[in-house]
């Protein structure tokens, strides 16, 4: 006969550890969390070995008395829950009871603190889950956990750890997240008496839109200058939802998304949710395998989010999540619509550094190199690549008349009222072709060098997304209906969005459980693989939320149909020409880029000329 026996206490909290500590950066995670719930001001991270052989963290939170030292290594013991132990009003970071006990059964570990205004700190230790009893000790008002040899009690999981630089990292990713959330806190983490970074806190501030500006300043510290300047606000509200925080231009980008922020009521969390949304309102500027970078924060209404899913507490549930992704792609596109002609700092940056002389023939005479370069002026360096730079947007001005709708329809003139002096344009008065493919023009105070092609071919993909939207997308009738066989979940989750997608030109009706039946598709996409087209809606459907495939692929025979509709590199075109191509530019939304993700010009400020001729 089985016996069924109690485990010991111990033992419950190592199998538990495996659930909340999975590696050094969870259990750093775990207590940061604790300090800020503490009301910490500064947080401070040691490390040795990555945080194999040490974990330090130190704050200057409320602290705790001796009685409370022994509670909080208890499991399921905390101070974070109201007096309703409503699950569904979370208003801390933490709240299970869990990571203490489950970390001091696996390490030697070591709990010291003090409440604010008492004489003295005492420390408790834990070896491996064997508690021992307070001791007076010696702190400043705070508390001090120690964490030395993690997971020295279950050798088994010491093989699963990384080398001791990838841990690092993961615990500084970790310490960086919770940095972005809370500005008004100072981080520092050091790895064997090396500061790997030291954020001061900061006072809130706001600008003059009302922008949260600490949120700025911690997130440039973190995420970099560029993002702060090549990044746009966000601030949206549906349903008591409130959606904050930056997006970057679009081809402000990278070549995978774990530039990508999502913060829930205070909490970094990864979510499936995020890059669903992230990727769909993107999806017109960029290339799939190309990433904005986004730091996005959501207040949400408790009774209306669960964090209560994973012991990590890294997850949480919406109850209503097609509201939470409406907001987040609704946001991201009203922003980049509103961009104006803003441009990215870098585009110019990225141009100099490629013009930046490496050295040559020295004026007046003399060999190689023989006349070194001015002292004062900035030392050469590599050009970053126009791909990883970013490109402007355009808001739509007054309408200019210039269809540009072929290429023997460039050069009709914008029916703009003229300006007298036709470098006040934007974009400035054309001066020159290059090389048959490049406009030089001329501004105010610099030079827009614009690549004909791109520039067009964006102007044609913007024309016929409106026709699209204006006349819808026409549908060719399958001679005999594709069968598709998906299972029950997958096809109810298709039929549930069958409207939408026949919008988009694909019809498709039940066929038996677990079954669809597509009767027409689009036009545009010719002799397709509908079932394989069929199963990736079904599949995102399920990730995201949304059906991107079919956009996407939409899109991508636009794009292509664009591509070989405009102007082509090679052309020449006539002054006329080439100033009715600028003038289209400034009347047509997001014209900065083409459709690949691609700058369409870059402007050089005749500051920047100056300086890289050594005039300033």
């Not at 501030?205 to 995420?223: C, K, N, Q």
């Not at 005479?365 to 070194?372: D, F, I, L, Q, S």
């Not at 490049?438 to 060098?449: M, P, W």
Request: glycine residues 8%; aromatic residues 4%; hydrophobic residues 40%.
């Amino acid at each position: 006969m089985t016996t069924i026996r109690r485990l010991s206490p111990t033992l419950v909290n190592r199998i538990a550890a495996g659930e909340v500590v999975e590696r050094p950066s969870s259990a750093v995670k775990e207590l940061v969390e604790n300090a800020i719930d503490a009301g910490a001001t500064r947080v401070a991270v040691s490390l040795v070995e990555g945080g194999r052989s040490l974990i330090t963290v130190t704050d200057d939170g409320v602290g705790m008395a001796p009685d409370a030292l022994e509670l909080a290594v208890d499991r399921h013991c905390t101070s974070k829950l109201g007096d309703d132990d409503d699950l569904l009003d979370i208003r801390t970071l933490g709240f299970r009871g869990e990571a203490l006990p489950s970390i001091a059964s696996v390490s030697r570990f070591t709990l010291t603190s003090r409440p604010k205004g008492a004489d003295s700190a005492w420390a408790l230790r834990i070896e491996g889950g064997n508690k021992g009893q307070p001791a007076p000790a010696s702190h400043p008002p705070g508390t001090r956990v120690e964490v030395r040899d993690l997971f020295y009690a279950v050798p088994a999981r010491l093989k699963f750890l990384k080398e001791p630089r990838t841990e690092q990292a993961q615990v500084a990713d970790t310490i960086k997240r919770l940095a972005m959330a809370h500005p008004q806190v100072a981080f520092a983490l050091e790895d064997e008496d090396r500061t790997l970074f030291n954020y001061p806190a900061i006072a809130p501030t706001l600008v003059e839109d009302g922008e949260d500006g600490a949120r700025l300043e911690r997130l440039a510290a973190i995420m970099g200058r560029d993002f702060a300047q090549n990044s746009l606000p966000i601030r949206a509200e549906r349903e008591s939802f409130v959606l904050t925080g930056h997006v970057g231009l679009p081809t402000f980008n990278r070549g995978t998304a774990q530039h990508q922020y999502l913060f829930v009521n205070g909490r970094p969390v990864r979510d499936k949710l995020l890059v669903g949304a992230v990727r769909g309102a993107y999806q017109d500027f960029l290339a799939r395998d190309r990433h904005p970078l986004v730091a996005l924060f959501l207040d949400a209404p408790r009774g209306m989010v669960d964090v209560n899913v994973h012991p990590a507490k890294t997850e949480v549930r919406f109850r209503d999540a097609g509201i939470v992704r409406g907001l987040i792609v609704g946001a991201i596109r009203q922003a980049l619509a509103a961009a104006g002609h803003r441009a990215s700092t870098t585009v110019a940056q990225a141009a100099l550094g490629a013009a930046r002389p490496l050295g040559g023939l020295p004026i007046g005479g003399g060999g190689p190199r023989a006349a070194a370069w001015p002292s004062s002026y900035p030392p050469p360096r590599p050009s970053a690549g126009l791909a990883e730079a970013a490109a402007a947007f355009f808001a739509p001005q007054p309408a200019a008349a210039a269809t540009l709708a072929g290429v023997d329809q460039v050069s009709a003139r914008a029916e703009m009222a003229p300006i007298e002096d036709p470098r006040r344009y934007p974009l400035g008065a054309a001066r020159a072709q290059v090389h048959e493919t490049y406009i030089v023009a001329q501004t105010e105070d610099g030079v827009v060098i614009v690549d004909q092609h791109a520039a067009h071919e964006r102007l044609v993909y913007e024309r016929m997304k409106d026709a699209l939207a204006e006349q819808g997308v026409k549908r060719q009738m399958l001679l005999i209906p594709e069968i598709v066989e998906l299972g029950e979940d997958a096809a109810r989750r298709l039929l549930a969005r069958a409207g939408q997608l026949g919008e988009l030109g694909m019809v498709i009706e039940p066929f038996g459980p677990g079954a669809v039946a597509v009767r027409e598709t689009p036009a545009l996409l010719g002799d397709t693989d509908v079932a394989g087209l069929v199963r990736d809606l079904a599949d995102e459907l399920a990730e995201f939320g949304d059906h991107l495939s079919l956009k996407e692929k939409l899109e991508d025979v636009c794009g292509t149909m664009a591509c070989h509709g405009s102007v082509r590199a090679g052309r020449r075109l006539s002054v006329d020409e080439m100033n009715a191509l600028l003038r289209q530019m400034e009347a047509t939304p997001h014209s900065g880029q083409c459709n690949h993700g691609r700058p369409t010009y870059v402007e050089l400020k005749l500051a920047d000329i100056e300086r890289l001729f050594g005039r300033r």
